[in-house]
């Protein structure tokens, strides 16, 4: 197991008394539509310690020596910036941790989501999506699933337009974590989240873009797509070898 400062998986520091474990039936103490801006976004840093988000709601809870999982945890060494982070765990195949932020708008219909997380993995999952009724589990459209480590936080992100959606229907951003009877389980922190709203515009054609006239100091990209201005262009990665071979 991966020690670390005063904690080890859910092991909870020498002297400290347990988290005490939430009871159902789960519901946001938020009103409804608490996000209702864009862009929206968190670092947990102006919720309570120990305690569920302002206005998200717990579905699942699991309890891993005598920690209560999902919870706000105020320790600079599980948080990306700041000083407080998101914890999920769960260790066997019948525990899930699930929690879903208030609800929101779904306007214009494309939405543009990032976050950062740190995963212990040693079996399980870890699911990322959204849901249109946070009392029907079915409602839910997972966006990401991961099933490895990730010792240091990385940033995960993703798109919205291919889930059907229409403008004005209710949403939720949903974390799910899935234990694993062969295994020791999965353990989640997660921080830095944000929702923004992008052009509701079509994707440029597959495989049309070119990259040319590529120098140390640039490169020209173009592609083949419908008129409408509004694209949002990302390069992920690009390394330029300067190579004769």
């Known amino acids: 197991l991966r020690a670390r400062p005063g904690r080890s998986r859910g092991i909870r520091q020498a002297g400290t008394a347990p988290r005490p474990r939430p009871s159902g039936p789960f519901r946001a103490t938020g009103q409804p539509g608490d996000i209702s801006a864009m862009p929206w976004s968190t670092g947990f840093e102006t919720d309570e310690d120990g305690q569920i988000p302002t206005c998200w709601t717990v579905l699942d809870s699991t309890e891993v020596y005598e920690v209560s999982y999902p919870y706000v945890y105020d ?55 959204m849901m249109t009724n946070p009392n029907d589990v079915s409602t839910v459209h997972v966006l990401k699933s991961i099933d490895q480590n990730y010792y240091n936080y990385t940033q995960f992100e993703f798109f919205t337009d291919t889930l059907g959606y229409e403008e004005g ?36 054609i597959a495989s049309s873009g070119v990259i040319d006239s590529i120098t140390y100091h640039g490169a020209s990209f173009a592609w083949q797509g419908v008129s409408e201005d509004g694209y949002d262009v990302k390069l992920l990665h690009f390394t330029y070898n300067d190579s004769n071979s």
């Open 75 to 129: 320790y600079s060494y599980y948080a990306h910036s700041g000083i407080k982070s998101l914890m999920m765990s769960a260790t066997y195949s019948d525990d899930t941790c699930f929690i879903v932020t208030s609800p929101f708008t779904y306007n214009p219909g494309n939405l543009h989501v990032k976050f950062w997380a740190e995963v212990d993995y040693y079996g399980g999952s870890f699911e990322v999506g």
């Open 169 to 204: 229907d209710t949403a939720y951003l949903a974390f799910r974590v899935v234990g694993d009877d062969d295994s020791y389980g999965i353990e989640v922190a997660i921080d830095d989240i944000s929702i923004r709203a992008i052009p509701n515009c079509r994707m440029p």
